[in-house]
């Protein structure tokens, strides 16, 4: 929770590419997200189908991977 991301298809009220924080993550085989974006919308129910990560969070999920 607290991590960055940007919109990657259109949401309701949110265009792509809008930055927003999660606030909410939940799921075990199917990691979902609730997300308040910047422009003061907030979705729920979102994965890694319309969300990607930005900033620092990009940056830790980057060095994660090639440490594999």
């Known amino acids: 929770m607290g991590d960055r991301v940007t919109s990657t298809i ?5 265009p792509v ?3 927003g924080r999660v606030i909410l993550a ?3 085989n199917w990691q979902r997200y609730r997300v308040l974006f910047a422009n003061g919308a907030e ?5 890694h189908r319309s969300l990607a990560p930005a900033g620092k969070t990009a940056k830790r999920l980057a060095k994660a ?3 594999r």
């Open 65 to 67: 991977a090639a440490k």
């Open 26 to 28: 939940n799921g075990f």
């Open 43 to 47: 979705h729920g129910d979102l994965d």
């Open 17 to 19: 590419g809008t930055a």
């Open 10 to 14: 259109e949401l309701d009220g949110v």
